[in-house]
């Protein structure tokens, strides 16, 4: 099956400092891929649609000022945490769409000190 | 509305038991449906789907079958192994006027002890 990796798997970061996360299609082209988050023991919450050459659609409350997300190319969307705060610490999950199926990364979890 | 409503958990049941976790969708249309499970400190895996009316959808031992006329689309499977422990989420695909994301239950956390 279609495979979507994230880089990192896990970071450690000081509040105030920004953290770039990775989203790549490994074998297929995705014109969209989204971004959700995950509390301990919650479902996923979706943040934000990720179009490649425009710009992301965010869902209700999500900051687009704090999530950036680029979508440079069919096969990779990046999500920068910027100015990153204690409550921002989650695991972010990425999927990118293939025909009817959604291929989910294996996420990445955010510890902001 | 476009919604996912599954068994809240935590369940726990014991190696060999029987199992069942329900999910209703409510929908305009005919999304497709399906089932992920979560490993503990890991990312969603596709457990199975269902794309149409009356499919059922199997692996690994877990069935689900796409009812239409009770949305629902129940995760069942007949005899449960320690290593089933995880979290499932039922989900179901939207639309194109919705960005064909994906709606998701709440999760369903299930242990089983030996």
């Known amino acids: 099956g279609a495979v979507v990796s994230q880089h990192p798997s896990w970071v450690i970061c000081k509040s105030g400092t920004s953290v770039k996360i990775e989203c790549r299609s490994l074998d297929f082209q995705a014109t969209t891929m989204f971004w959700y988050r995950q509390f301990p023991k919650q479902s996923l919450m979706l943040m934000a649609t990720?179009?490649?050459?425009?710009?992301?659609?965010?869902e209700q409350g999500v900051e687009k000022d704090k999530f950036l997300i680029n979508h440079a190319s069919l096969t990779l969307s990046t999500l920068t945490v910027t100015s990153a705060h204690p409550e921002d610490s989650s695991f972010y999950i990425c999927?990118?769409?293939?025909?009817?199926?959604?291929?989910f990364g294996p996420g990445t979890r955010l510890t902001v000190l | 509305g476009n919604s996912v409503t599954q068994m809240e958990g935590p369940v726990t049941l014991s190696e060999e038991a029987f199992l069942t976790i329900n999910c209703t969708y409510t929908?305009?249309?005919?999304?497709?449906l399906f089932w992920y499970v979560q490993y503990p400190g890991e990312g969603l895996q596709l457990l199975l789907k269902a794309t149409k009316a009356d499919d059922k959808g199997s692996n690994k031992g877990f069935e689900a079958t796409y009812r239409k006329e009770t949305t629902s689309f129940h995760l069942e499977k007949g005899s449960v192994q320690v290593s089933d422990s995880a979290v499932y989420f039922c989900?179901?695909?939207?639309?194109?006027?919705?960005?064909?994301?994906?709606?998701f239950g709440t999760g369903t956390s299930l242990t089983v002890i030996p």
């Open positions: 990720s179009n490649e050459g425009s710009k992301a659609t965010y």
């Open positions: 999927s990118a769409r293939g025909g009817l199926e959604q291929f």
């Open positions: 989900a179901r695909s939207g639309s194109s006027n919705t960005g064909n994301q994906f709606y």
């Open positions: 929908a305009t249309g005919y999304p497709s």
